[in-house]
């Protein structure tokens, strides 16, 4: 029977207060109060926490002169951070105190990283049993419609960071996270697909094509620019889509995109075995083991695929700092070699070459774009790092807008200087750069193409990894996958676990599945989930939960979807008649109603900040606009593809994900209520 442990009095609880605040002042430098009244309830097993208490390190959430809190580390259970219902720690106070003595804070402090057992995989309620998973399967409709109509806050996003038990630690600067947007974005994109498309689709255009693909990701990076500065967590896009369009948009993405980035490390992981094999004069397979009894496509196992994988991210794992100086290091490298190819080329190369122009016309040029915005995917890992950014609202628009810009100078140049050096018709879809150089008589210059490819694959795996996960990180602390893999190391301030379940994922596929199989597996999501961003951003400044009224909402989402039927009726009318004009002549008249409508007819919330998207509503629809129309440039299987990834995801959202959110977000709502009651109830005895 729990026995309940009462502590009060303004004298003791001083005393207490202060020796709190003497031992969790490296977490919290913001405890302005004295504890006037805890009540810890403990059994025989030792003390339990049925509710995490809303707290972080930087912000006190009052509610009807109820104040909760929470720190890192302060609140966790000796035997499971996550305790189940029954055993509560309840606060009223004006402060968080630990006890009538350091006791009761030594019993709590101890658990740690290591100490995490199987059922802490799936603490809620609803998995403590097969009865109760049976209860909470049969009230998934309801469960359903509650998760549907929820949506997140800042400091709801902000507060999930104490389930990691330890803090990611803020040590990046702008400078770290230009070269990291640029160590995740310049791969093998800018090497292989110039080439393929300058050949097949748009001819010396492509460096239009180049940059309507950058004003794209432009456009995007803007949105998560401002979304990071108010939001500084690891979530990236999955925390502001929770916030602004609810948890099932953010899950469904989420899983989009997490799926698209193992499936895709695993990729350019058996892409390195390869090319490192042809640089040898090896055959590609050549390092490769070739077991005849599995299945094709599947029987060549990929070791080297794997111990790629391993070293990569074992860098992030073991220090945030040093995989920020190892890319920035090696992204410099990439920088001076695409100065060379592109100074090379031009001096090598012939303006005749530019000419014709234009030789598939604009429709070439437009579907050559939709295939290059690869070529930029990468950079919303930057969003990712803003919780160990050291100043966010500086260090995050000028990380994205600055690598962003810089990036798209670069593939310009390099894209006009290959179109200069070679005649489209003449380009090697395979080899571009190396092949080019070689007719040019620079047959040593194709070793610097290869030294700048894998280099690109290798920081490109890096930075991938870190990003992943801090991404995975967020995810886990809002109990969508299980919350292990949201602890964060106290000595390294990693996150250790979900960076081991992103690499180990991708190392398995990699392992056994061959490059073809991969590429099939891609999907429309990264365009998808920018196209949702720059929704989250009109929901962000003419949506403020609490604020704004119904009739602004219903007129935001009616002018919303004339942008997006606009968009999409000037997509499929480009994809059935490429060189018609009639089609855009009535949609893009349509779209921009659309959005002077929201300028004109729905007031804007827009709060203060340091970092504000400039011309909204008219920079977020272009961005609808343009992702919408690069979608509709992927062809069928990418939609068949996406549609079967996210039905399989789906069905993991209605068996586990929303039944473990469900319960996580109750108890935190009891634990408000239950504190507010008991400060009520305490005011009336007072008086």
């Not at 720190?71 to 720690?89: E, K, M």
């Amino acid at each position: 029977m729990a026995v309940k442990v009462c502590v009060s009095g303004c004298k003791v609880m001083g005393v207490v207060g202060w020796l709190g605040w003497k031992a969790l002042e490296d977490f919290s430098h913001h405890l302005v109060d004295i504890l006037t009244h805890i009540c810890v309830f403990v059994d025989g097993d030792g003390v339990f926490l049925r509710n995490r208490v809303l707290f972080n390190d930087l912000l006190l959430q009052r509610s009807n002169g109820f104040s909760i809190a929470r720190i890192d580390n302060l609140f966790t259970s000796a035997r499971n951070p996550y305790a189940s219902l029954g055993h509560s720690l309840c606060v009223n106070s004006s402060l968080v105190g630990l006890g009538s003595d350091l006791g009761l804070y030594q019993s709590l402090q101890h658990s740690s990283f290591k100490e995490w057992q199987a059922q802490d995989f799936f603490p809620s309620q609803s998995f403590t049993s097969w009865p109760h998973y049976s209860s909470a399967l049969s009230q998934t409709l309801p469960r359903l419609k509650d998760r549907l109509l929820h949506r997140s806050s800042p400091s709801e996003e902000t507060q999930v960071k104490s389930h990691s038990e330890h803090p990611l630690k803020r040590c990046l600067s702008w400078w770290d996270l230009i070269w990291l947007s640029v160590g995740s974005v310049v791969g093998t994109g800018i090497f292989v697909l110039t080439g393929q498309e300058a050949h097949n689709n748009a001819g010396p255009s492509i460096v239009i094509s180049y940059a309507i693909s950058g004003l794209s990701a432009l456009l995007s990076a803007l949105c998560y620019a401002e979304f990071a500065v108010s939001v500084p967590v690891a979530g990236g896009s999955f925390s502001f889509l929770r916030i602004e369009l609810g948890d099932f948009t953010a899950f469904v993405a989420a899983s989009n995109i997490l799926l698209e980035a193992v499936v895709g490390a695993a990729g350019i992981a058996r892409s390195w075995t390869s090319y490192f094999a042809t640089i040898i004069g090896n055959n590609p397979n050549s390092f490769r083991i070739h077991v005849p009894s599995f299945s094709d496509g599947f029987n060549m196992l990929d070791p080297i695929a794997v111990l790629v994988l391993i070293v990569t991210s074992s860098i992030p794992i073991l220090s945030t700092v040093n995989a920020s100086r190892v890319n920035w290091i090696t992204s410099a490298v990439s920088i001076i070699l695409m100065l060379f190819i592109t100074v090379a080329g031009f001096v090598k190369g012939r303006v005749e070459n530019l000419s014709p122009f234009f030789p598939y016309g604009a429709g070439g040029m437009f579907r050559a774009a939709g295939v290059l915005f690869w070529a930029y995917t990468g950079f919303d890992m930057v969003a990712t790092m803003a919780e160990e950014a050291k100043d966010p609202p500086r260090d995050i628009p000028v990380g994205l807008v600055g690598s962003m810009s810089l990036i798209t100078v670069l593939y310009c140049a390099m894209a006009l200087s290959l179109s200069y050096l070679q005649s489209y018709s003449k380009i090697d879809v395979n080899a571009a750069y190396a092949v080019a150089f070689d007719n040019v008589g620079m047959k040593w210059a194709k070793y610097v193409v290869a030294l700048g490819a894998i280099k690109g694959m290798t920081t490109g795996l890096i930075v991938g990894t870190l990003g992943q996960g801090r991404y995975t990180t967020q995810i886990a602390r809002t109990h969508m996958i299980p919350p292990f893999f949201g602890l964060v190391h106290p000595r390294t301030g990693t996150p250790i676990n979900a960076t081991i379940l992103v690499s180990g994922a991708s190392a398995v596929i990699a392992l056994f599945s061959s490059l073809d199989v991969l590429s099939s597996v891609s999907s429309l999501s990264t365009l998808f989930i920018f196209m949702l961003m720059a929704v989250a951003l009109l929901s962000k400044r003419y949506n403020v939960k609490d604020v704004a009224a119904n009739t602004d909402l219903i007129k935001l989402v009616s002018f919303t979807i004339v942008i997006i039927g606009a968009a999409i009726g000037s997509t499929a009318y480009y994809q059935k008649n490429p060189n018609g004009w009639l089609g855009h002549a009535i949609a893009l008249p349509i779209w921009f109603i659309g959005t002077l409508g929201i300028a004109v007819f729905v007031p804007q919330h827009k709060a203060p900040g340091v970092f504000l998207v400039p011309f909204v509503p008219w920079l977020p629809s272009l961005s609808i606009g343009i992702n919408i129309f690069l979608i509709g440039s992927l062809g069928y299987m990418a939609f068949v593809r996406f549609a079967i990834c996210t039905s399989v995801m789906l069905l993991y959202y209605l068996f586990v994900s929303l039944h473990a959110t469900y319960d996580m977000a109750h108890e935190n709502q009891q634990c408000i209520e239950d504190g507010s009651h008991s400060s009520n109830v305490k005011l009336q005895s007072s008086s």
